[in-house]
């Protein structure tokens, strides 16, 4: 079994890091339920059927376990210490107990008026204990599956926890696996190790993963290094990058640049003209991934709406993203300004981004990467054979694919080109278990597949035709290889003989 474990933070976090500050971006946390938010005033959230405000979690810690009370207000919870077991009464089997439904004596009706009233889950919870005419017959461990289940119903909890690569990419594997191409958790981890992803390093990412491989590099390296994204199409989706809230110094070392002149600049003839006959795809990169964000916020909602509507058909983990633009009025510049002042706002944020654009082109003109990361929706082959290029030699990659069959075909291409060493397709195995008192033991669903990884380094090419001495060797290499040693000659000969 192959998992990977929460990230550490390289750089040193000071002592206000731990609270929650208005506008940073936060994950809601109920039971296996997560939802990523950015928390802001008088801002109201939906969350598992639930509705509040997130004003009181901030200046609290992260970590911090609320209470929704009425008015959709969070308060803080204390852990209250359960009664020892020695008190309890519990039954040696559950043989003689039939779940015909009659034996819970409180109507929906009862529970419904409860709730009314204002009273809270956790007494909601023991009523339901006391009029239930046989839990004192179930066993210990029937008892606590029973009060969890009615805890999990009843019970307003949520838990406010910082965003981290592996709490998120749990969130987008539960809930909307087809945005980051199938890839759980534990085959992300597996590609940060094979990348050597660290702080100071210099490496080219091609993802369609809704940003979070790129979150998780940003993360790894810390605010240290340079990232180069190459994406397709008008602009990058950083939907699941933004959820990590990266302060801003994080993003002066992230470059990105467009896939369809990646040939032009292996061929030589790119230029700066290039870049600005274009503007509307390669210029105006914040403008496209801004409303690329919106129109999956939008997305999400609907299918949160429809989701949570039928809870019992959802029995395993789920999650979902709310990306919340932090000011209204910069969605519409036009309304605050003039078209004047909009036109050179526009021009100026365009300006931006080509030079930008520009920066990024000189990175991968050098040709001296530290490493390459490729986790796209497209085929494996051409992307990988074309970006290799720009990899130093004695430099790892990794590529992934929901499935085996492109990256079989990409690794007998490589083998045919040159140039790697050390290629490897595997695929991570993940198995969860349930680790409680007496009945630990696997848990009976488990992932079918989190993708395949085709990993390994790169060498150089050129230095055999380059050095005239290494090439003099191996000709003397070649010819020793094909003559036969004198000792066998003597035996053949010996033999005619």
Avoid at 45 to 60: A, M, P, R, S
Avoid at 417 to 432: A, D, M, P, Q, Y
Wanted: proline share 5%.
């Amino acid at each position: 079994m192959e998992g990977s474990g929460e990230q550490s933070d390289p750089q040193p976090q000071h002592p206000r890091d731990h609270r929650i500050r208005d506008g940073d971006f936060v994950v809601l946390k109920r039971e296996d339920v997560f939802k990523a938010v950015q928390v802001q005033r008088r801002k109201k959230v939906t969350f598992e059927k639930q509705w509040f405000y997130l004003d009181n979690v901030i200046g609290h810690s992260y970590g911090t376990t609320f209470e929704v009370t009425s008015g959709g207000s969070l308060q803080p919870t204390k852990k209250k210490e359960e009664p020892p077991s020695e008190t309890k009464e519990a039954g040696t089997d559950n043989r003689n107990i039939v779940d015909d439904g009659k034996s819970q004596k409180l109507t929906q009706d009862d529970i419904k008026a409860l709730k009314d009233k204002g009273i809270k889950g956790e007494e909601i919870v023991q009523q339901l204990i006391e009029n239930s005419t046989t839990f004192r017959d179930k066993t210990e461990f029937a008892q606590d599956k029973y009060i969890k289940k009615k805890k999990k119903k009843y019970e307003a909890i949520i838990t406010v926890v910082k965003p981290s690569t592996r709490i998120l990419s749990i969130m987008y594997y539960a809930r909307e696996p087809g945005k980051i191409n199938h890839m759980r958790y534990d085959t992300l981890a597996q590609m940060l190790t094979l990348g050597n992803i660290r702080a100071g390093n210099k490496m080219i990412v091609m993802e369609t993963c809704a940003g979070l491989v790129l979150g998780a590099m940003m993360e790894r390296m810390g605010g240290f290094g340079s990232i180069i994204q190459l994406y397709p199409g008008g602009g990058p989706v950083r939907a699941a990058t933004a959820c990590f809230g990266f302060p801003k110094s994080f993003l002066s070392g992230l470059y990105e640049f467009p896939l369809n002149k990646v040939g032009s600049l292996l061929n030589g003839t790119f230029s700066a003209e290039m870049l600005s006959s274009e503007p509307k795809d390669s210029a105006s990169v914040e403008e496209s991934s801004d409303t690329l964000e919106e129109k999956q916020t939008s997305e999400q909602e609907n299918e949160d709406s429809m989701a949570e509507a039928p809870e019992s058909n959802h029995p395993k983990e789920q999650g979902a993203v709310e990306i919340i633009s932090p000011d209204p009025a910069y969605k519409e510049p036009k309304e605050r300004g003039s078209k004047k002042d909009y036109s050179q706002e526009k021009q100026r944020r365009q300006e931006e981004q080509r030079k930008r654009h520009l920066e990024a082109a000189a990175l991968l003109s050098e040709r001296n990467a530290d490493g390459l990361i490729v986790a796209s929706r497209f085929h494996p082959t051409p992307l990988l054979l074309s970006l290799l290029d720009f990899v130093a030699p004695s430099r790892p990659f990794v590529v992934y694919c929901q499935y085996k069959e492109p990256l079989l075909e990409c690794y007998t291409k490589l083998r045919e080109r040159g140039g790697v060493i050390n290629l490897r397709l595997s695929e991570t195995w993940l198995r969860n278990y349930q680790v409680l008192p007496d009945r630990s033991h696997p848990k009976l669903l488990m992932s079918g597949g989190g993708g395949y990884l085709l990993s390994g380094f790169t060498v150089a090419m050129e230095n055999l035709k380059a050095d005239p001495s290494l090439k003099s060797n191996s000709s003397t290499l070649e010819l020793h290889e094909t003559e036969e040693p004198a000792a066998k000659k003597w035996k053949y000969l010996e033999s005619d003989s």
